[in-house]
């Protein structure tokens, strides 16, 4: 097993018998801390052995989630260029999950731009693309069936309006940032530099 050098918490084993076999398996999770406020990945490695399994198969995945310090270096990179073009825009950030990071609403921002933002940073952390007219699988909607998706996925979770990017590192999503407030031009603009601020991209295929 190889691991980067560093200071790891969170330090733990599991061990789980399975059944009346009398096997085990021990899980451990290492969680190192990385240093610098720029860094805005932290990476999460958690390591599955397996003993006397059939197969060895690994139950648990190497993961990378979006930092505080990520978020906040996308957020001021969203308001300082929205504040540059004039605008009041409302930006959220989540995590891959959907799960709120940062949200915040600059001076002069209507409020109902403070749920867009929200939705279109869930759309694009779940579709992880950007929001567009184009459903989970990369396909072209029609307006009859972007209304239709976005009932049946819910308001607060898809919309076809611009805005939306995902936070793509190494293939893997690890979070959405949504922009409302401006036109739909600068949105999108504004939401898609914000990422590539921190080094991530957008792109996870070619769809």
Same mark, same amino acid.
């Given at each position: 097993?190889?691991?980067?050098?560093?200071?790891?918490?969170?330090?733990?084993?599991?061990?789980?018998?399975?059944?009346?076999?009398?096997?085990?398996?021990?899980?451990?999770?290492?969680?190192?801390?990385?240093?610098?406020?720029?860094?805005?990945?932290?990476?999460?490695?958690?390591?599955?052995?397996?003993?006397?399994?059939?197969?060895?198969?690994?139950?648990?995945?190497?993961?990378?989630?979006?930092?505080?310090?990520?978020?906040?270096?996308?957020?001021?990179?969203?308001?300082?260029?929205?504040?540059?073009?004039?605008?009041?825009?409302?930006?959220?950030?989540?995590?891959?999950?959907?799960?709120?990071?940062?949200?915040?609403?600059?001076?002069?921002?209507?409020?109902?731009?403070?749920?867009?933002?929200?939705?279109?940073?869930?759309? %694009? !952390?779940?579709?992880? *693309?950007? &929001?567009? +007219?184009? /459903?989970?699988?990369?396909?072209?909607? =029609?307006?009859?069936?972007?209304?239709?998706?976005?009932? %049946? !996925?819910?308001?607060? *979770?898809? &919309?076809? +309006?611009? /805005?939306?990017?995902?936070?793509?590192? =190494?293939?893997?999503?690890?979070?959405?940032?949504?922009?409302?407030?401006?036109?739909?031009?600068?949105?999108?603009?504004?939401?898609?530099?914000?990422?590539?601020?921190?080094?991530?991209?957008?792109?996870?295929?070619?769809?």
């Amino acid at each position: 097993m190889e691991m980067a050098c560093g200071h790891f918490h969170n330090i733990k084993l599991n061990l789980h018998c399975c059944g009346s076999s009398g096997q085990f398996t021990s899980a451990l999770y290492f969680a190192p801390l990385l240093s610098g406020e720029g860094e805005g990945v932290r990476v999460e490695r958690r390591y599955t052995v397996t003993h006397n399994s059939i197969g060895g198969q690994m139950y648990v995945r190497n993961s990378k989630s979006l930092t505080l310090a990520g978020a906040k270096k996308m957020m001021e990179t969203a308001t300082a260029n929205a504040e540059r073009a004039g605008f009041a825009v409302a930006v959220s950030i989540v995590d891959a999950g959907g799960h709120a990071i940062l949200v915040q609403r600059m001076d002069g921002g209507r409020f109902h731009t403070l749920h867009s933002s929200t939705t279109k940073a869930v759309c %694009a !952390a779940s579709n992880k *693309r950007p &929001t567009t +007219m184009k /459903g989970a699988a990369g396909q072209s909607l =029609d307006t009859m069936h972007a209304l239709g998706l976005a009932l %049946a !996925a819910g308001a607060d *979770r898809w &919309t076809a +309006m611009e /805005g939306g990017y995902p936070v793509i590192v =190494d293939g893997e999503c690890i979070g959405g940032i949504g922009v409302s407030g401006a036109n739909w031009e600068l949105d999108d603009q504004l939401a898609r530099e914000a990422v590539e601020a921190i080094g991530a991209t957008w792109k996870i295929d070619k769809a």
